[in-house]
Protein backbone atom coordinates (compact mmCIF):
# COMPACT_ATOMS: atom_id res chain seq x y z
CA UNK A 1 0.00 0.00 0.00
CA UNK A 2 3.34 2.16 0.41
CA UNK A 3 3.07 2.73 -3.24
CA UNK A 4 -0.38 4.77 -3.11
CA UNK A 5 1.43 8.18 -1.94
CA UNK A 6 3.66 8.42 -5.07
CA UNK A 7 0.96 7.33 -7.69
CA UNK A 8 -1.50 9.79 -6.15
CA UNK A 9 0.37 12.49 -6.17
CA UNK A 10 1.93 12.28 -9.53
CA UNK A 11 -1.72 12.17 -10.47
CA UNK A 12 -2.66 15.33 -8.99
CA UNK A 13 1.17 16.96 -10.59
CA UNK A 14 0.38 16.16 -14.10
CA UNK A 15 -3.63 17.25 -13.34
CA UNK A 16 -2.08 20.49 -11.72
CA UNK A 17 -0.11 21.43 -15.03
CA UNK A 18 -2.26 20.65 -17.72
CA UNK A 19 -2.06 23.93 -19.87
CA UNK A 20 -4.55 26.34 -20.01
CA UNK A 21 -6.13 27.96 -22.77
CA UNK A 22 -8.53 30.70 -22.44
CA UNK A 23 -10.86 30.66 -25.64
CA UNK A 24 -14.05 31.33 -24.35
CA UNK A 25 -15.73 34.75 -23.47
CA UNK A 26 -18.55 32.89 -20.74
CA UNK A 27 -20.44 36.26 -21.11
CA UNK A 28 -20.21 36.67 -24.79
CA UNK A 29 -21.06 33.14 -25.40
CA UNK A 30 -24.32 33.29 -23.45
CA UNK A 31 -25.48 36.32 -25.59
CA UNK A 32 -24.71 34.11 -28.60
CA UNK A 33 -26.17 31.04 -27.05
CA UNK A 34 -29.40 33.01 -26.44
CA UNK A 35 -29.62 34.62 -29.72
CA UNK A 36 -28.89 31.00 -32.01
CA UNK A 37 -32.21 29.62 -29.73
CA UNK A 38 -34.52 32.65 -30.47
CA UNK A 39 -33.65 32.24 -34.07
CA UNK A 40 -33.93 28.20 -33.89
CA UNK A 41 -36.60 26.47 -35.47
CA UNK A 42 -36.89 24.89 -32.43
CA UNK A 43 -38.88 26.28 -29.15
CA UNK A 44 -36.23 26.16 -26.77
CA UNK A 45 -36.54 27.23 -22.82
CA UNK A 46 -34.18 28.91 -20.96
CA UNK A 47 -33.11 29.32 -17.60
CA UNK A 48 -30.54 30.84 -15.31
CA UNK A 49 -29.55 27.62 -12.64
CA UNK A 50 -27.04 29.75 -11.05
CA UNK A 51 -24.20 32.83 -11.48
CA UNK A 52 -20.59 31.04 -10.77
CA UNK A 53 -18.49 34.01 -10.70
CA UNK A 54 -21.37 36.17 -11.84
CA UNK A 55 -21.96 33.89 -15.52
CA UNK A 56 -24.86 32.60 -15.83
CA UNK A 57 -24.96 29.33 -16.44
CA UNK A 58 -27.57 28.38 -19.17
CA UNK A 59 -29.79 25.17 -19.17
CA UNK A 60 -31.80 25.01 -22.54
CA UNK A 61 -35.03 22.81 -22.78
CA UNK A 62 -36.36 21.51 -26.02
CA UNK A 63 -39.64 19.90 -24.83
CA UNK A 64 -40.75 16.61 -26.43
CA UNK A 65 -41.94 16.97 -29.78
CA UNK A 66 -44.50 14.25 -29.63
CA UNK A 67 -45.62 11.66 -26.50
CA UNK A 68 -43.05 8.51 -26.66
CA UNK A 69 -40.46 10.74 -27.58
CA UNK A 70 -36.86 10.30 -26.77
CA UNK A 71 -34.67 12.13 -24.87
CA UNK A 72 -31.13 13.67 -24.72
CA UNK A 73 -28.69 15.14 -22.43
CA UNK A 74 -26.26 17.15 -23.24
CA UNK A 75 -23.45 18.40 -20.96
CA UNK A 76 -20.33 20.01 -21.54
CA UNK A 77 -17.50 22.65 -20.36
CA UNK A 78 -17.08 21.30 -17.44
CA UNK A 79 -13.37 21.48 -17.79
CA UNK A 80 -12.25 25.30 -18.79
CA UNK A 81 -9.62 24.38 -21.08
CA UNK A 82 -11.79 22.37 -23.31
CA UNK A 83 -13.38 24.65 -25.20
CA UNK A 84 -14.56 22.78 -27.87
CA UNK A 85 -18.11 21.46 -26.47
CA UNK A 86 -18.73 24.46 -25.78
CA UNK A 87 -18.76 26.22 -29.23
CA UNK A 88 -20.49 23.08 -30.81
CA UNK A 89 -23.69 23.89 -29.28
CA UNK A 90 -24.01 26.94 -31.05
CA UNK A 91 -24.57 24.99 -33.82
CA UNK A 92 -26.51 22.19 -32.10
CA UNK A 93 -29.04 25.11 -31.03
CA UNK A 94 -30.42 24.53 -34.56
CA UNK A 95 -29.46 21.44 -36.08
CA UNK A 96 -32.47 19.22 -37.72
CA UNK A 97 -31.00 15.87 -36.07
CA UNK A 98 -32.42 17.71 -33.00
CA UNK A 99 -35.90 17.66 -33.83
CA UNK A 100 -37.10 14.51 -32.75
CA UNK A 101 -35.79 14.37 -29.77
CA UNK A 102 -36.80 15.89 -25.96
CA UNK A 103 -33.29 17.67 -25.21
CA UNK A 104 -31.66 19.14 -22.16
CA UNK A 105 -28.68 21.04 -23.48
CA UNK A 106 -25.96 22.87 -20.67
CA UNK A 107 -23.76 24.24 -22.63
CA UNK A 108 -20.93 25.71 -20.00
CA UNK A 109 -21.24 23.43 -16.69
CA UNK A 110 -17.66 25.37 -15.59
CA UNK A 111 -18.19 28.97 -17.35
CA UNK A 112 -15.35 30.38 -14.29
CA UNK A 113 -13.12 27.74 -15.77
CA UNK A 114 -13.69 28.73 -19.29
CA UNK A 115 -13.28 32.09 -18.52
CA UNK A 116 -9.86 31.59 -17.05
CA UNK A 117 -8.76 28.91 -19.20
CA UNK A 118 -8.24 26.63 -16.51
CA UNK A 119 -8.85 22.87 -16.13
CA UNK A 120 -10.87 23.52 -12.39
CA UNK A 121 -13.48 26.17 -11.46
CA UNK A 122 -12.63 29.00 -9.65
CA UNK A 123 -11.45 27.48 -6.65
CA UNK A 124 -9.75 25.08 -8.55
CA UNK A 125 -11.86 22.21 -7.72
CA UNK A 126 -12.13 19.54 -10.94
CA UNK A 127 -15.80 19.29 -10.89
CA UNK A 128 -15.54 16.24 -12.89
CA UNK A 129 -14.15 14.67 -9.19
CA UNK A 130 -16.96 16.59 -7.41
CA UNK A 131 -20.14 15.00 -8.61
CA UNK A 132 -20.43 12.26 -5.40
CA UNK A 133 -19.79 14.87 -2.80
CA UNK A 134 -20.55 18.00 -4.21
CA UNK A 135 -17.94 20.30 -2.05
CA UNK A 136 -18.23 23.32 -4.85
CA UNK A 137 -22.12 25.41 -5.51
CA UNK A 138 -21.74 24.14 -9.17
CA UNK A 139 -21.41 20.42 -8.87
CA UNK A 140 -23.96 20.58 -5.78
CA UNK A 141 -26.66 22.89 -7.97
CA UNK A 142 -26.24 20.47 -11.01
CA UNK A 143 -26.28 17.47 -9.10
CA UNK A 144 -30.15 18.71 -7.54
CA UNK A 145 -31.15 19.73 -10.80
CA UNK A 146 -30.34 16.22 -12.03
CA UNK A 147 -32.45 14.68 -9.51
CA UNK A 148 -35.56 16.83 -10.70
CA UNK A 149 -35.40 16.05 -14.47
CA UNK A 150 -36.06 12.08 -14.58
CA UNK A 151 -34.97 9.73 -17.00
CA UNK A 152 -33.43 10.32 -20.15
CA UNK A 153 -32.75 7.70 -23.55
CA UNK A 154 -29.17 8.77 -23.20
CA UNK A 155 -26.85 11.49 -22.68
CA UNK A 156 -23.61 12.52 -23.91
CA UNK A 157 -20.10 14.85 -22.96
CA UNK A 158 -18.22 16.59 -25.16
CA UNK A 159 -14.35 16.55 -23.71
CA UNK A 160 -10.98 17.25 -24.83
CA UNK A 161 -7.75 15.30 -23.94
CA UNK A 162 -4.29 17.43 -23.36
CA UNK A 163 -2.85 14.13 -23.52
CA UNK A 164 -0.48 12.99 -26.56
CA UNK A 165 -0.60 9.28 -27.34
CA UNK A 166 2.75 7.84 -28.51
CA UNK A 167 2.95 4.77 -30.89
CA UNK A 168 0.96 3.62 -33.95
CA UNK A 169 -2.66 4.79 -34.17
CA UNK A 170 -2.46 7.09 -31.02
CA UNK A 171 -3.43 10.77 -32.20
CA UNK A 172 -7.00 10.92 -32.39
CA UNK A 173 -10.62 11.46 -30.73
CA UNK A 174 -11.65 8.35 -28.53
CA UNK A 175 -14.87 7.44 -26.84
CA UNK A 176 -16.02 6.25 -23.47
CA UNK A 177 -19.49 3.91 -23.16
CA UNK A 178 -21.37 3.64 -20.34
CA UNK A 179 -24.09 1.11 -21.18
CA UNK A 180 -25.36 0.27 -17.53
CA UNK A 181 -28.62 -1.77 -18.53
CA UNK A 182 -26.58 -4.39 -21.73
CA UNK A 183 -29.60 -2.31 -23.94
CA UNK A 184 -28.50 -0.57 -27.59
CA UNK A 185 -26.04 1.26 -28.24
CA UNK A 186 -25.23 4.16 -30.47
CA UNK A 187 -21.42 3.44 -30.54
CA UNK A 188 -21.33 2.89 -34.67
CA UNK A 189 -23.03 6.09 -35.32
CA UNK A 190 -20.58 7.95 -33.15
CA UNK A 191 -17.48 6.39 -35.07
CA UNK A 192 -19.00 7.49 -38.43
CA UNK A 193 -19.69 10.75 -37.55
CA UNK A 194 -16.59 11.12 -36.30
CA UNK A 195 -14.98 9.80 -39.57
CA UNK A 196 -17.46 12.23 -41.68
CA UNK A 197 -16.49 15.10 -39.85
CA UNK A 198 -12.13 14.30 -40.90
CA UNK A 199 -11.50 13.59 -37.14
CA UNK A 200 -9.18 10.40 -36.85
CA UNK A 201 -10.07 7.65 -34.29
CA UNK A 202 -7.29 6.62 -31.40
CA UNK A 203 -7.13 3.31 -31.97
CA UNK A 204 -4.55 2.00 -28.99
CA UNK A 205 -5.48 -1.14 -26.96
CA UNK A 206 -5.16 0.85 -24.13
CA UNK A 207 -6.13 4.52 -23.65
CA UNK A 208 -5.89 6.75 -20.22
CA UNK A 209 -4.74 3.80 -18.87
CA UNK A 210 -7.54 1.63 -19.96
CA UNK A 211 -8.50 -1.29 -22.02
CA UNK A 212 -9.61 0.03 -25.46
CA UNK A 213 -11.09 -1.44 -28.61
CA UNK A 214 -11.27 0.55 -32.18
CA UNK A 215 -11.27 3.69 -30.28
CA UNK A 216 -13.91 2.97 -27.62
CA UNK A 217 -13.36 2.53 -23.54
CA UNK A 218 -16.36 0.35 -22.65
CA UNK A 219 -18.00 1.10 -18.85
CA UNK A 220 -20.80 -1.38 -17.65
CA UNK A 221 -22.88 -1.10 -14.39
CA UNK A 222 -20.87 0.75 -11.41
CA UNK A 223 -18.65 -0.82 -9.57
CA UNK A 224 -20.12 -1.83 -5.79
CA UNK A 225 -17.16 -3.56 -4.26
CA UNK A 226 -14.07 -0.91 -3.15
CA UNK A 227 -11.25 -2.55 -4.64
CA UNK A 228 -7.66 -3.10 -2.87
CA UNK A 229 -4.77 -0.70 -2.78
CA UNK A 230 -3.82 -1.02 -6.27
CA UNK A 231 -7.11 -0.09 -8.16
CA UNK A 232 -8.38 2.55 -5.43
CA UNK A 233 -6.99 6.10 -6.89
CA UNK A 234 -9.23 4.75 -9.91
CA UNK A 235 -12.34 3.64 -7.87
CA UNK A 236 -12.68 7.06 -6.19
CA UNK A 237 -11.37 8.85 -9.67
CA UNK A 238 -14.70 7.18 -11.71
CA UNK A 239 -16.92 7.31 -8.78
CA UNK A 240 -17.32 11.00 -8.75
CA UNK A 241 -17.92 11.95 -12.07
CA UNK A 242 -20.75 13.73 -13.85
CA UNK A 243 -21.40 10.54 -15.37
CA UNK A 244 -21.33 8.24 -12.13
CA UNK A 245 -23.93 10.58 -11.03
CA UNK A 246 -26.29 10.59 -13.69
CA UNK A 247 -26.37 6.32 -13.64
CA UNK A 248 -26.76 6.45 -9.74
CA UNK A 249 -29.81 9.06 -9.36
CA UNK A 250 -31.34 7.19 -12.41
CA UNK A 251 -30.95 9.58 -15.03
CA UNK A 252 -29.76 7.89 -18.20
CA UNK A 253 -28.64 3.98 -18.63
CA UNK A 254 -26.46 4.93 -21.36
CA UNK A 255 -24.31 7.82 -21.84
CA UNK A 256 -20.77 8.65 -23.91
CA UNK A 257 -18.20 10.70 -23.55
CA UNK A 258 -16.00 12.07 -26.56
CA UNK A 259 -12.35 12.81 -26.27
CA UNK A 260 -11.32 15.01 -28.55
CA UNK A 261 -7.31 15.87 -28.98
CA UNK A 262 -6.72 19.27 -27.98
CA UNK A 263 -3.65 19.85 -29.87
CA UNK A 264 -6.08 19.42 -32.75
CA UNK A 265 -7.14 23.52 -34.66
CA UNK A 266 -10.56 24.12 -32.65
CA UNK A 267 -12.70 24.16 -35.41
CA UNK A 268 -12.02 20.80 -36.14
CA UNK A 269 -12.60 19.63 -32.81
CA UNK A 270 -15.99 21.21 -32.81
CA UNK A 271 -17.16 20.11 -35.92
CA UNK A 272 -16.40 16.43 -34.57
CA UNK A 273 -18.05 17.13 -31.22
CA UNK A 274 -21.17 18.72 -33.18
CA UNK A 275 -21.20 15.76 -35.76
CA UNK A 276 -21.16 12.65 -33.20
CA UNK A 277 -23.81 14.58 -30.51
CA UNK A 278 -26.03 14.81 -34.14
CA UNK A 279 -25.26 11.30 -34.67
CA UNK A 280 -26.73 10.12 -31.18
CA UNK A 281 -29.57 12.16 -31.62
CA UNK A 282 -30.56 10.61 -34.66
CA UNK A 283 -29.99 7.05 -33.45
CA UNK A 284 -31.96 7.43 -31.04
CA UNK A 285 -34.94 8.70 -32.30
CA UNK A 286 -35.60 6.02 -34.59
CA UNK A 287 -37.93 4.09 -33.35
CA UNK A 288 -36.13 0.39 -33.25
CA UNK A 289 -33.84 1.70 -30.53
CA UNK A 290 -34.96 1.64 -27.20
CA UNK A 291 -38.68 0.75 -26.09
CA UNK A 292 -40.41 4.38 -25.97
CA UNK A 293 -41.57 5.95 -22.80
CA UNK A 294 -44.20 8.54 -21.95
CA UNK A 295 -42.79 11.71 -22.54
CA UNK A 296 -42.32 13.66 -19.70
CA UNK A 297 -42.40 17.32 -20.61
CA UNK A 298 -41.05 18.37 -17.02
CA UNK A 299 -41.41 22.33 -15.25
CA UNK A 300 -37.63 23.37 -16.48
CA UNK A 301 -38.14 26.83 -14.19
CA UNK A 302 -39.22 24.51 -11.26
CA UNK A 303 -36.78 21.87 -12.05
CA UNK A 304 -33.84 24.68 -12.25
CA UNK A 305 -34.98 26.53 -9.30
CA UNK A 306 -33.25 27.13 -5.67
CA UNK A 307 -33.87 25.22 -2.21
CA UNK A 308 -33.48 21.62 -3.64
CA UNK A 309 -30.42 20.70 -1.61
CA UNK A 310 -28.97 21.97 1.95
CA UNK A 311 -25.66 23.77 1.40
CA UNK A 312 -24.50 23.60 5.40
CA UNK A 313 -22.84 20.57 6.90
CA UNK A 314 -20.51 20.20 3.76
CA UNK A 315 -17.26 18.24 5.91
CA UNK A 316 -13.65 19.64 5.08
CA UNK A 317 -12.04 17.33 2.52
CA UNK A 318 -9.85 14.55 4.46
CA UNK A 319 -6.74 16.17 3.38
CA UNK A 320 -6.00 19.58 1.99
CA UNK A 321 -8.11 22.13 0.23
CA UNK A 322 -10.14 19.65 -2.71
CA UNK A 323 -5.86 18.18 -2.93
CA UNK A 324 -5.19 20.86 -5.23
CA UNK A 325 -8.15 20.53 -7.17
CA UNK A 326 -7.91 17.65 -9.10
CA UNK A 327 -8.89 15.30 -6.87
CA UNK A 328 -12.10 15.80 -3.90
CA UNK A 329 -11.03 12.48 -2.15
CA UNK A 330 -13.56 10.58 0.32
CA UNK A 331 -15.47 12.35 3.15
CA UNK A 332 -17.64 11.26 5.97
CA UNK A 333 -21.08 9.88 3.78
CA UNK A 334 -22.64 10.28 7.13
CA UNK A 335 -21.86 14.02 7.47
CA UNK A 336 -22.80 15.01 3.67
CA UNK A 337 -25.92 16.09 2.57
CA UNK A 338 -25.65 13.71 -0.82
CA UNK A 339 -26.50 10.89 1.28
CA UNK A 340 -30.03 11.64 1.51
CA UNK A 341 -29.89 11.30 -2.71
CA UNK A 342 -28.50 7.56 -2.91
CA UNK A 343 -30.00 4.45 -2.32
CA UNK A 344 -28.85 1.93 0.78
CA UNK A 345 -26.32 0.33 -1.49
CA UNK A 346 -24.33 3.96 -2.35
CA UNK A 347 -23.97 4.73 0.99
CA UNK A 348 -22.93 2.07 2.61
CA UNK A 349 -20.40 1.90 -0.34
CA UNK A 350 -19.61 5.65 -0.01
CA UNK A 351 -18.56 4.43 4.27
CA UNK A 352 -16.58 1.44 2.46
CA UNK A 353 -14.37 3.68 0.21
CA UNK A 354 -14.11 6.50 2.95
CA UNK A 355 -12.58 3.81 5.80
CA UNK A 356 -10.65 2.06 2.85
CA UNK A 357 -8.75 5.49 1.83
CA UNK A 358 -8.26 6.75 5.44
CA UNK A 359 -6.56 3.28 6.30
CA UNK A 360 -4.56 3.36 3.03
CA UNK A 361 -3.73 7.12 3.71
CA UNK A 362 -2.34 6.52 6.93
CA UNK A 363 -0.39 3.34 5.60
CA UNK A 364 0.87 4.79 3.49
CA UNK A 365 2.01 8.53 5.65
CA UNK A 366 3.48 6.04 8.35
CA UNK A 367 2.23 8.16 10.88
CA UNK A 368 -1.55 8.89 10.65
CA UNK A 369 -1.29 11.55 8.77
CA UNK A 370 -3.20 11.77 5.09
CA UNK A 371 -1.81 12.22 1.83
CA UNK A 372 -1.18 16.01 0.32
CA UNK A 373 -1.57 17.09 -3.27
CA UNK A 374 2.48 17.19 -3.13
CA UNK A 375 3.13 13.65 -1.94
CA UNK A 376 3.63 14.74 1.87
CA UNK A 377 2.65 14.46 4.93
CA UNK A 378 -0.68 16.14 6.25
CA UNK A 379 -2.31 15.54 8.90
CA UNK A 380 -6.22 15.08 9.14
CA UNK A 381 -7.97 16.03 12.47
Excluded at 138 to 162: Q, V
Aim: glycine share 12%; with cysteine; net charge negative.
Amino acid sequence: MGDLAPELAGQLAAAAHEPTRREVDPAQLNERLRARAARSPHAWEVVTLDQPGGYDRLIFHKPAPKPNSPSLLITTGIHGNEPSGPLACLDLLSSPSLKDCEVVLIPMVNPVGLSQGKRGNGRNVDLNRDFLLTSSDEARNLAAFYRAIGKFTAAISPHEDWERYEGEGGQGAYIYEMNRDGGPVAIDEIRGALEKSGMPRNRLAEIDGLAAEDGVIRRGGLQSEVPGADGLVGYLHNKQAETSLLREVGVTDLAYIVETPSYMELGRRVKAHTAVVEALAERISDPSFRPAREARNFDLQAAAGPGRLSTVGLPRPLCGEHNAGIYTLPLDIDRSPVKDILGPEQVADGRKAFEAFKALARRASGDGGGISAAGGREACR
